[in-house]
């Protein structure tokens, strides 16, 4: 098989538990490997550590947003209403903090929303329709019930072998090497 | 660490039947999607899509006559336009608080019925917001509620509670679908993955965004999620207390009540489990989803409907307390001409739907039992849209002056809207169940012993495990705390 991985591959390795699979992903970050994704019909808690990743910055993303919504939806109310044309109603003055809150609250929320959604779509990078990994047949069974580990060979640690074998240790069911051009 | 299971001697119960795994839950929520419907489905469809286009011809009307063929008049401005537009807003309330408040507290039955939920939530909000459109009077003006550049220079009156129901359905309206939305991509690429026709593999593909189930991606996903419903927690909360500032703010004896926002959310909650029970019941037994969606989840829903409908009460007795203890003589006479005036039967309807009837949820038996649950949720349906007519209607029709007392009578037009929007709401459930996964399969998933990465690690025999002796240290260490942690609880 070595001989047959061209020089640019993915080697995409099939378990049938969410723990074999996270033994795997373990191995793998203890060994030094870096360019290497754990893929799951699921959330699979303590994935996140097993592959030594960081804590997700989506909070800030979301915060930035919370101000911004908060700052035009202060902004907006009072141009439109205590500058540009004030309108005086039931005595309050034409800037009134206590009557912006209900509006403020929800511009608030909805900015932050929008940041969450989006800003989930631009960390993960998505959508993104034409991935080397959907190029396995295997590899639908990912949104059903099999659990996949996906190693890049630009990986310094990898090794067409080697790789195999830490895998194999974590009770990998089948190998498959998809050959790619793309950036992953 | 050892994965979490029933606790058998706690009377605890698994939420999923016995045998479900992986692959069978997402077989039975797919294959909804991937086989002919069942002619009930047909006949459901042509049914509510006729009224839909009752609703159409029913506003298509109003544009052409006006406001005037609504029984609308002075005294009573807001009739049944507004008490669709709070009953609706309502119903969609139980969609978000399974879908975002039950999240934030972890109770893991919600997984089965959060996504019919939150499309309930969105086909209610469209439903609801038809209705502030339509009864302004002079549609072409409509767009006044928003702060558009206009040719008079004006700006809407942001210190309006009108204006913040602008902005508080629309936010609810957009977040709920990107809340629902979110929720669905990794469902719709199952869909993707399964597709055996390319029409099929090219929508859904589309939709799925490519996704592919890569850990680095959940890691956001989750994250997003997480901050989602904790986003839509306070506005759900907000979203039917400034629908109650709408009348709470108004002079308005019956109406301006400090009582209000909570006693709305309560109520919103109520109805919208009341609506989540009737469509589950019916959706489960026809698309044979029992074993996901369970007696243990019916239970549970009861209990809600138990605890925010005794709340209910507790709000309708408060608010005749707090009006005799007034002081106020108009308040006060609000209040006995709601029970005993002309509309006392409206009133008595509401509280033997609303607060008699879920008592008899106290029974574990009752709140287990199909018939008894759905005849319930009918009577809650019903006891809300009548809450919401009675604060409504019978605050205007006597108000300070008893020359301009009235009695409402809603005319045909009034009814067939009404039925027409319950049209449209079955109309678009109805299709989400067609083409859309009703259940989300991959939170389910999460539900079951074997997604914990530490199922069967009790026993490493099981999962055969040869390789102990390579296992580097950190992780034998992990292990063995594992084993550690295990005992302690034991």
């Known amino acids: ?184 | 660490m050892s994965y979490h299971a029933p606790n058998k001697d706690l009377g605890e119960e698994s939420l999923l039947a016995p045998g479900t795994t992986f692959k069978s839950i997402t077989e039975s929520v797919s294959r909804v999607t991937e086989t002919a419907s069942p002619r009930g489905w047909w006949v459901a469809f042509l049914m509510a899509a006729t009224f839909t286009g009752v609703l159409g011809a029913a506003i298509g009307y109003l544009f052409y006559r006006g406001v005037g063929v609504w029984g609308n008049n002075q005294p009573v401005s807001w009739a049944w336009d507004i008490t669709n537009f709070v009953w609706w807003v309502g119903i969609g309330h139980a969609g978000t608080l399974i879908s975002a408040v039950l999240f934030l507290f972890r109770q893991k039955w919600r997984t089965s019925i959060n996504r019919a939920a939150e499309a309930m939530t969105i086909f209610a909000v469209i439903c609801a917001l038809i209705f502030p459109g339509i009864h302004v009077g002079r549609v072409w003006h409509a767009y006044y509620l928003f702060p558009l550049p206009n040719s008079m220079d004006i700006w809407p009156n942001f210190k309006s509670p009108l204006l913040w129901d602008v902005f508080a359905v629309g936010t609810y309206f957009t977040v709920s679908t990107l809340f629902w939305f979110t929720g669905l991509i990794p469902d719709l690429a199952t869909l993707r993955d399964r597709s055996k026709t390319p029409i099929r593999s090219r929508v859904y593909g589309f939709l799925a965004l490519g996704w592919r189930g890569s850990n680095r991606h959940w890691q956001n996903y989750e994250r997003a999620y997480m901050i989602l419903a904790a986003l839509s927690t306070p506005l759900v909360l907000s979203v039917h207390s400034v629908v109650s500032f709408d009348f709470a703010t108004s002079v308005e004896p019956g109406w301006h009540t400090t009582i209000f926002p909570p006693y709305f959310v309560a109520g919103a909650v109520f109805s919208g489990f009341a609506m989540v029970t009737t469509l589950m019941l019916v959706v489960r037994r026809v698309y044979g989803m029992t074993g996901l969606i369970t007696l243990k989840h019916l239970d549970l829903m009861n209990k809600i409907i138990l605890a925010t409908g005794s709340l209910v009460g507790y709000a309708y007795s408060m608010e005749f307390f707090i009006a005799w203890y007034s002081g106020s003589e108009y308040e006060l006479y609000a209040f006995i001409n709601r029970a005993t005036g002309p509309y006392a039967w409206a009133y008595w309807t509401m509280l033997l739907c609303n607060v008699i009837s879920p008592q008899v949820y106290w029974s574990s038996s009752a709140r287990r039992s199909i018939p008894v649950s759905f005849v319930i949720s009918i009577f809650v349906n019903i006891g809300m849209w009548f809450e919401r007519f009675v604060i409504i209607v019978t605050s205007l029709h006597r108000d300070f002056l008893p020359a301009s007392w009235g009695y409402f009578r809603p005319t045909a037009v009034d009814v067939l809207t009404y039925m027409g929007s319950l049209g449209l709401f079955f109309t678009l459930f109805i299709l989400f169940i067609r083409w859309v996964p009703m259940v989300a399969m991959a939170e389910v998933k999460t539900v079951l012993p074997e997604a914990d990465p530490h199922y069967g690690h009790d026993d490493h025999g099981e999962h055969g495990h040869s390789d102990h002796s390579h296992k580097d240290d950190a992780h034998a260490e992990e292990t063995k705390e594992d084993h550690d942690h295990g005992e302690a609880e034991a």
Request: proline share 7%.
């Open chain 1, 1 to 184: 098989m070595a001989k047959e991985t061209p020089t640019r591959c993915i080697l995409l390795a099939e378990f049938d538990s969410a723990g074999d699979c996270m033994h795997g992903a373990e191995k793998l970050n203890k060994a030094g490997y870096r360019f290497f994704d754990a893929h799951t019909p699921f959330p699979v808690h303590g994935m996140d550590k097993a592959m030594g990743l960081p804590d997700s910055r989506m909070g800030w993303i979301v915060l930035a947003m919370a101000f911004t919504g908060l700052t035009a939806a202060i902004a907006m109310i009072t141009y439109m209403n205590g500058i540009d044309y004030p309108l005086i109603i039931g005595g309050k003055p034409a800037i009134s903090i206590p009557a912006y809150v209900p509006v403020c609250f929800e511009l608030t929320v909805l900015f932050s929303a929008f940041g969450a959604v989006f800003g989930m779509f631009a960390m993960n990078r998505l959508p993104r329709h034409n991935h080397p990994l959907f190029e396995s047949e295997r590899f639908r069974a990912v949104t059903d019930d099999k659990f996949f580990l996906a190693v890049e060979s630009i990986d310094p640690k990898f090794h067409p072998d080697e790789t195999r074998k830490i895998l194999q240790t974590a009770n990998a069911k089948h190998f498959e090497t998809i050959e790619t051009e793309d950036d992953l």
